[in-house]
């Protein structure tokens, strides 16, 4: 349970996938989100905004092609296994996420992020949703899942919060402490 909440570090990569259906999130947009924001932190839940989420729910958008049945004609991005091997091996991550329909892009045919990721015992989310609703550094992703028995996976409801801002901090410390004044005044006032 503990592995299903986590900081969250989404991993812009929107304006790469819009180029390239097939784009696949490398170590180095794992090291240049880094850059910006500092060392990915323990227990983070990574996930790609590749604005796929806004393609839903046009079938033939999503997985990018007119046949939506049939897999070999797949299009859309993914992580690299070789970014998903880097975070497993250098970063105590709880999940990795994508708002596509599969951790591996589209044209995989062997689904090695699926593999890596089972192999060390790290859920995958797929298909999330609202992505540029959440920033880029400073969440906490929650991942209610459902209990199944036997499965290898089923719906989940992600969610982030995020933590007040300095005006929401201070507009509740001010109605705080303008109760507390009423409320000494209160009892000054009825005080015999």
């Known amino acids: 349970m503990a592995k ?4 969250g570090v989404i ?5 790469k996938a819009s180029q390239n259906l097939d784009y696949r999130v490398t170590v180095d947009d794992l090291q240049n989100w880094e850059a910006q924001y500092g060392r990915i932190p323990n227990g983070a839940v990574v996930v790609m905004n590749s604005g ?26 993914g992580f690299h296994e070789n970014a998903a091997e880097w975070l497993v091996q250098n970063r105590n991550i709880h999940v ?10 589209g044209q995989s045919k062997t689904f090695p992020v699926h593999v890596i990721l089972g192999r060390a015992n790290i859920p995958g989310l797929e298909n999330v949703a609202n992505l540029d609703a959440i920033p880029e550094f400073g969440s906490l992703i929650s991942v ?4 199944l028995q036997d499965g290898s996976g089923g719906p989940t ?6 933590p007040p801002t300095n005006d929401c901090f201070m507009s509740t410390y001010l109605n705080i402490g303008l109760t507390f004044i009423a409320l000494v005044i209160s009892m000054f006032l009825t005080a015999d």
Not at 4 to 7: A, Q, R, S
Not at 60 to 65: H, R, S
């Open 157 to 162: 409801r992600v969610f982030a919060t995020l």
């Open 96 to 105: 990795i996420g994508v708002d596509t329909p599969s951790t591996d892009y």
């Open 144 to 147: 209610a899942v459902i209990k």
């Open 11 to 15: 991993i812009n990569v929107k304006a």
């Open 4 to 7: 299903l909440v986590g900081w």
């Open 52 to 77: 796929w989420h806004h393609k839903y729910p046009n079938k033939t958008e999503v997985f990018g092609t007119e046949s939506t049945t049939d897999p070999t004609t797949f299009h859309f991005p």
